[in-house]
Protein backbone atom coordinates (compact mmCIF):
# COMPACT_ATOMS: atom_id res chain seq x y z
CA UNK A 1 0.00 0.00 0.00
CA UNK A 2 2.63 2.11 0.73
CA UNK A 3 4.45 1.73 -2.65
CA UNK A 4 1.08 2.61 -3.90
CA UNK A 5 0.56 6.08 -2.24
CA UNK A 6 4.12 6.95 -3.29
CA UNK A 7 3.51 6.07 -6.44
CA UNK A 8 0.30 8.75 -6.84
CA UNK A 9 2.21 11.33 -4.97
CA UNK A 10 4.46 11.42 -7.19
CA UNK A 11 2.13 11.59 -10.01
CA UNK A 12 0.50 14.54 -8.68
CA UNK A 13 3.54 16.22 -8.40
CA UNK A 14 4.30 15.83 -11.24
CA UNK A 15 1.30 16.66 -12.79
CA UNK A 16 1.77 19.82 -10.99
CA UNK A 17 5.57 20.47 -11.96
CA UNK A 18 4.12 19.89 -15.76
CA UNK A 19 2.06 22.88 -14.74
CA UNK A 20 -1.31 21.01 -15.73
CA UNK A 21 -2.91 19.98 -12.16
CA UNK A 22 -2.88 23.67 -11.06
CA UNK A 23 -3.25 25.87 -8.03
CA UNK A 24 -6.78 25.57 -6.05
CA UNK A 25 -7.80 22.43 -8.26
CA UNK A 26 -9.94 20.09 -5.98
CA UNK A 27 -8.43 16.54 -5.23
CA UNK A 28 -11.74 14.56 -4.68
CA UNK A 29 -10.64 11.03 -3.08
CA UNK A 30 -13.19 8.91 -5.03
CA UNK A 31 -12.13 10.64 -8.56
CA UNK A 32 -8.43 10.09 -7.56
CA UNK A 33 -9.29 6.15 -6.81
CA UNK A 34 -11.05 5.66 -9.81
CA UNK A 35 -8.06 7.14 -11.81
CA UNK A 36 -5.58 5.23 -10.11
CA UNK A 37 -7.84 2.06 -9.53
CA UNK A 38 -7.06 2.27 -5.88
CA UNK A 39 -8.83 2.33 -2.43
CA UNK A 40 -9.41 5.63 -0.99
CA UNK A 41 -7.63 4.80 2.08
CA UNK A 42 -4.43 4.90 -0.69
CA UNK A 43 -5.56 8.04 -2.16
CA UNK A 44 -5.94 9.46 1.79
CA UNK A 45 -2.44 8.25 2.22
CA UNK A 46 -0.85 10.27 -1.16
CA UNK A 47 -2.74 13.37 -0.03
CA UNK A 48 -1.04 13.26 3.27
CA UNK A 49 2.41 12.73 2.10
CA UNK A 50 1.95 15.95 -0.48
CA UNK A 51 0.58 18.19 2.18
CA UNK A 52 4.44 17.65 4.27
CA UNK A 53 5.53 18.89 0.75
CA UNK A 54 3.34 22.07 0.69
CA UNK A 55 1.40 21.16 -2.57
CA UNK A 56 -1.68 20.13 -1.12
CA UNK A 57 -4.23 21.79 1.30
CA UNK A 58 -6.62 19.75 2.94
CA UNK A 59 -9.81 22.10 3.90
CA UNK A 60 -11.85 20.55 6.46
CA UNK A 61 -15.11 19.53 5.38
CA UNK A 62 -14.45 20.29 1.97
CA UNK A 63 -11.35 18.00 0.88
CA UNK A 64 -8.35 18.23 -0.41
CA UNK A 65 -7.21 20.82 -2.87
CA UNK A 66 -3.63 21.86 -4.59
CA UNK A 67 -2.34 24.89 -2.59
CA UNK A 68 -2.69 28.12 -3.89
CA UNK A 69 0.52 30.00 -3.17
CA UNK A 70 0.56 33.88 -1.94
CA UNK A 71 2.58 36.31 -2.37
CA UNK A 72 4.12 35.66 1.44
CA UNK A 73 4.44 32.20 0.53
CA UNK A 74 6.89 33.37 -2.59
CA UNK A 75 8.28 35.33 -0.17
CA UNK A 76 8.96 32.91 2.54
CA UNK A 77 9.88 30.18 -0.24
CA UNK A 78 12.51 32.21 -1.80
CA UNK A 79 14.21 33.23 1.55
CA UNK A 80 14.19 29.73 2.18
CA UNK A 81 16.20 29.13 -0.88
CA UNK A 82 18.92 31.89 -0.56
CA UNK A 83 19.53 30.61 3.00
CA UNK A 84 20.06 26.78 1.57
CA UNK A 85 22.31 28.17 -1.30
CA UNK A 86 24.15 30.89 0.53
CA UNK A 87 25.81 28.18 2.24
CA UNK A 88 26.54 25.96 -0.37
CA UNK A 89 27.87 28.74 -1.96
CA UNK A 90 30.28 29.35 0.75
CA UNK A 91 31.14 25.95 1.35
CA UNK A 92 31.82 25.32 -2.81
CA UNK A 93 33.64 28.00 -3.15
CA UNK A 94 36.72 27.43 -5.18
CA UNK A 95 37.25 23.90 -4.42
CA UNK A 96 34.86 22.02 -7.03
CA UNK A 97 37.07 20.30 -9.41
CA UNK A 98 37.48 21.51 -13.14
CA UNK A 99 34.46 19.06 -14.33
CA UNK A 100 31.81 20.25 -12.12
CA UNK A 101 32.47 23.82 -13.21
CA UNK A 102 32.43 22.44 -16.88
CA UNK A 103 29.25 20.71 -16.05
CA UNK A 104 27.76 24.07 -14.16
CA UNK A 105 28.69 26.12 -17.37
CA UNK A 106 27.17 23.64 -19.70
CA UNK A 107 23.50 23.24 -18.09
CA UNK A 108 24.26 27.60 -18.38
CA UNK A 109 24.64 27.22 -22.05
CA UNK A 110 21.37 24.70 -22.35
CA UNK A 111 19.55 27.36 -20.61
CA UNK A 112 20.90 30.15 -22.86
CA UNK A 113 20.32 27.93 -26.15
CA UNK A 114 16.42 27.49 -25.00
CA UNK A 115 16.06 31.68 -24.19
CA UNK A 116 17.18 32.01 -27.42
CA UNK A 117 14.89 30.01 -29.17
CA UNK A 118 11.92 31.65 -27.27
CA UNK A 119 11.17 27.72 -25.19
CA UNK A 120 10.26 29.65 -22.04
CA UNK A 121 8.95 26.25 -20.66
CA UNK A 122 12.28 24.98 -20.77
CA UNK A 123 14.36 27.52 -19.67
CA UNK A 124 12.37 27.49 -16.73
CA UNK A 125 13.20 24.34 -16.14
CA UNK A 126 16.76 24.33 -16.68
CA UNK A 127 16.73 27.67 -14.62
CA UNK A 128 15.54 25.19 -11.71
CA UNK A 129 17.85 22.62 -12.66
CA UNK A 130 20.59 25.44 -12.13
CA UNK A 131 20.16 25.82 -8.73
CA UNK A 132 19.71 21.84 -7.81
CA UNK A 133 23.12 20.99 -9.57
CA UNK A 134 24.53 23.77 -7.91
CA UNK A 135 23.08 21.73 -4.50
CA UNK A 136 24.05 18.46 -5.57
CA UNK A 137 27.68 19.28 -5.59
CA UNK A 138 27.35 20.13 -1.58
CA UNK A 139 27.25 16.12 -1.07
CA UNK A 140 24.76 16.55 1.55
CA UNK A 141 21.66 14.63 1.15
CA UNK A 142 20.46 16.28 3.96
CA UNK A 143 20.35 19.60 2.61
CA UNK A 144 19.39 18.22 -1.16
CA UNK A 145 15.87 17.13 0.37
CA UNK A 146 15.07 20.30 2.15
CA UNK A 147 15.76 22.53 -1.27
CA UNK A 148 14.35 19.70 -3.66
CA UNK A 149 11.22 20.21 -1.30
CA UNK A 150 11.45 23.99 -1.54
CA UNK A 151 11.88 23.39 -5.25
CA UNK A 152 8.62 21.56 -5.81
CA UNK A 153 6.48 24.33 -3.99
CA UNK A 154 7.91 27.11 -6.73
CA UNK A 155 6.50 24.55 -9.04
CA UNK A 156 2.98 26.04 -7.75
CA UNK A 157 3.91 29.73 -8.31
CA UNK A 158 5.21 29.09 -11.86
CA UNK A 159 1.49 29.16 -13.10
CA UNK A 160 1.73 32.84 -11.65
CA UNK A 161 4.34 33.56 -13.79
CA UNK A 162 4.89 36.69 -15.56
CA UNK A 163 4.97 36.89 -19.38
CA UNK A 164 7.18 39.35 -19.11
CA UNK A 165 9.78 37.29 -16.73
CA UNK A 166 13.06 38.29 -17.36
CA UNK A 167 14.74 34.99 -18.60
CA UNK A 168 17.70 36.93 -19.84
CA UNK A 169 18.72 38.50 -16.76
CA UNK A 170 18.36 35.38 -14.74
CA UNK A 171 20.28 33.46 -17.33
CA UNK A 172 22.90 35.97 -16.58
CA UNK A 173 22.64 35.59 -13.18
CA UNK A 174 24.10 31.74 -13.26
CA UNK A 175 26.96 32.52 -15.57
CA UNK A 176 28.18 35.25 -13.10
CA UNK A 177 27.38 33.13 -10.14
CA UNK A 178 29.46 30.28 -11.37
CA UNK A 179 32.32 32.75 -12.12
CA UNK A 180 32.52 34.06 -8.66
CA UNK A 181 32.16 30.91 -7.08
CA UNK A 182 35.02 29.29 -9.00
CA UNK A 183 37.14 32.49 -8.19
CA UNK A 184 36.11 31.98 -4.57
CA UNK A 185 34.37 35.17 -4.09
CA UNK A 186 32.01 34.45 -1.63
CA UNK A 187 30.57 37.16 -0.37
CA UNK A 188 30.16 38.82 -4.04
CA UNK A 189 28.52 34.89 -4.77
CA UNK A 190 25.92 35.26 -1.57
CA UNK A 191 25.24 38.86 -2.34
CA UNK A 192 24.04 37.68 -6.09
CA UNK A 193 22.25 34.89 -5.00
CA UNK A 194 19.72 37.22 -2.75
CA UNK A 195 19.07 39.57 -5.19
CA UNK A 196 18.70 36.65 -8.25
CA UNK A 197 15.80 35.07 -5.77
CA UNK A 198 14.45 38.86 -4.89
CA UNK A 199 14.35 39.32 -8.21
CA UNK A 200 12.41 35.85 -9.18
CA UNK A 201 9.60 36.41 -6.88
CA UNK A 202 8.81 40.25 -8.17
CA UNK A 203 8.58 38.35 -11.09
CA UNK A 204 5.51 36.53 -9.97
CA UNK A 205 2.11 37.72 -10.19
CA UNK A 206 -0.90 36.26 -8.15
CA UNK A 207 -3.69 36.39 -10.37
CA UNK A 208 -6.40 33.44 -10.77
CA UNK A 209 -7.27 34.58 -14.05
CA UNK A 210 -4.15 33.87 -15.30
CA UNK A 211 -4.40 30.29 -14.60
CA UNK A 212 -5.68 27.36 -16.95
CA UNK A 213 -8.29 25.34 -16.02
CA UNK A 214 -8.26 21.47 -16.30
CA UNK A 215 -9.99 18.80 -14.15
CA UNK A 216 -7.86 16.49 -12.13
CA UNK A 217 -8.53 13.94 -14.50
CA UNK A 218 -7.50 15.39 -17.32
CA UNK A 219 -4.48 16.80 -15.84
CA UNK A 220 -3.13 13.24 -14.46
CA UNK A 221 -3.96 11.22 -17.72
CA UNK A 222 -0.30 11.05 -18.65
CA UNK A 223 1.11 10.20 -15.28
CA UNK A 224 -1.16 7.11 -14.33
CA UNK A 225 0.19 4.18 -15.64
CA UNK A 226 3.77 4.72 -14.42
CA UNK A 227 2.03 5.96 -11.17
CA UNK A 228 -0.29 2.15 -11.21
CA UNK A 229 2.83 -0.24 -12.21
CA UNK A 230 4.18 -2.94 -9.81
CA UNK A 231 1.28 -3.73 -7.42
CA UNK A 232 -1.65 -4.91 -7.23
CA UNK A 233 -5.02 -2.42 -6.08
CA UNK A 234 -4.68 -0.94 -2.70
Given at each position: ?8 A ?49 E ?24 L ?14 R ?9 E ?21 H ?30 D ?29 L????H ?14 P ?15 T ?6
Amino acid sequence: MEHRSDGIAKAITRAIVNKRLAPGCKLSEQTLADVFKVSRTVVRQAIIKLTEDGLVTIERNRGAYVSTPSYRDAVEIYDALTILEQGVAAQLAGRLDARSWSELRRHVELQHKAVEEHQDGLADQLGSGFHELLIKFSNNSVVQAMHSQLIRRTSLLRFLVDSRFDYCGLLHDHAVLVDLLEEGQVAEAQKLIDEHHRTVVRGYLLDMERIPKMSAREALAPFVEAATEGGPPG
